[in-house]
């Protein structure tokens, strides 16, 4: 670990030792919060993948029922798939269940309404990914079943560094035709609440350093590095923490 990921680490755990120390929200400030960061989340997960629907229109869909005009269908049933896997994820939280294949499968299932035929089933084609040639939809059951038994992980390892590592794997196997980066956010942010840190936003504004850290394990120079995304994804947990933490 380098020292800069050191740092960052150490700072993301006094900030959330700071957050337990202080007393809960107020109710209707934790309700404001959780809404606030939902519809946040799920805007930015969506746009990340091309959904054309902005914040606001995403909130009248998900209290109000409305269709915007102009947007299409498929954008739409994106917003209601994507919000209904983030509740089971919210179970998932709150049985700490362990997050294995049929876990994510399951979230697939309710992301994909659009495309029940295809939802919650490993491809069985293989594709091309930005230049990158995902693991061979053969060995994607096998590979599944290394990524959640730990095959790899030092048990000893960082909660931050392994759920990186996790979400870097997890987006490598590329299990699925569609879905996989919506997936693997909502499996990051899971393991995250799992671990005592606020889930995340990957947010639009960071697609560019997000599809970085994401290559860098792609190993086409012969050199897959996972620390990128390990360093990304902990600047997010600190930012969170930091928003929590002024609402204190």
């Given at each position: 670990?380098?020292?800069?990921?050191?740092?960052?680490i150490?700072?993301?755990?006094?900030?959330?030792?700071q957050?337990?120390?202080?007393?809960?929200?107020?109710?209707?400030?934790?309700?404001?919060?959780?809404?606030r960061?939902?519809?946040?989340?799920?805007?930015?997960?969506?746009?990340?993948?091309?959904?054309?629907?902005?914040?606001?229109?995403i909130?009248?869909?998900?209290?109000?029922?409305?269709?915007?005009?102009?947007?299409?269908?498929s954008?739409?049933?994106?917003?209601v798939?994507?919000?209904?896997?983030?509740?089971?994820?919210?179970?998932?939280?709150?049985?700490?269940?362990?997050?294995?294949?049929?876990e994510?499968?399951?979230?697939?299932?309710?992301?994909?309404?659009?495309?029940?035929?295809?939802?919650g089933?490993?491809?069985?084609?293989?594709?091309?990914?930005?230049?990158?040639?995902?693991?061979?939809?053969?060995?994607?059951?096998?590979?599944?079943?290394?990524?959640?038994?730990?095959?790899?992980?030092?048990e000893?390892e960082?909660p931050?560094?392994?759920?990186?590592?996790?979400?870097?794997?997890?987006?490598?196997?590329?299990?699925?035709?569609?879905?996989?980066?919506?997936?693997?956010?909502?499996?990051?942010?899971?393991?995250?609440?799992?671990?005592?840190?606020?889930?995340?936003?990957?947010?639009?504004?960071?697609?560019?350093?997000?599809?970085?850290?994401?290559?860098?394990?792609?190993?086409?120079?012969?050199?897959?590095?996972?620390?990128?995304?390990?360093?990304?994804?902990?600047?997010?947990?600190?930012?969170?923490?930091?928003?929590?933490?002024?609402?204190?």
């Amino acid at each position: 670990m380098t020292k800069e990921l050191d740092v960052l680490i150490h700072e993301a755990d006094e900030k959330k030792a700071q957050l337990t120390a202080k007393p809960p929200l107020a109710p209707d400030v934790e309700d404001a919060q959780q809404e606030r960061f939902l519809f946040a989340d799920i805007y930015n997960s969506l746009a990340i993948e091309g959904n054309a629907l902005s914040e606001e229109e995403i909130k009248r869909v998900l209290t109000q029922d409305e269709v915007v005009p102009g947007k299409p269908l498929s954008d739409h049933l994106g917003v209601v798939g994507y919000r209904d896997a983030i509740i089971e994820t919210r179970e998932y939280v709150s049985r700490d269940t362990r997050i294995t294949e049929h876990e994510i499968r399951k979230l697939h299932f309710k992301l994909l309404i659009a495309h029940q035929q295809a939802s919650g089933q490993y491809r069985n084609y293989n594709l091309m990914i930005r230049g990158h040639r995902p693991t061979s939809y053969e060995k994607i059951p096998y590979k599944m079943v290394q990524l959640v038994d730990g095959a790899g992980n030092p048990e000893d390892e960082h909660p931050l560094k392994s759920i990186a590592f996790f979400h870097l794997r997890l987006e490598k196997i590329h299990p699925f035709g569609d879905g996989n980066g919506r997936v693997g956010r909502l499996v990051v942010n899971t393991m995250l609440a799992q671990a005592g840190y606020p889930p995340i936003i990957f947010e639009l504004e960071q697609k560019q350093h997000y599809y970085q850290a994401l290559e860098a394990y792609d190993g086409l120079n012969g050199n897959p590095r996972v620390e990128p995304m390990q360093l990304f994804l902990t600047t997010l947990v600190i930012k969170q923490l930091d928003t929590l933490l002024e609402l204190t």
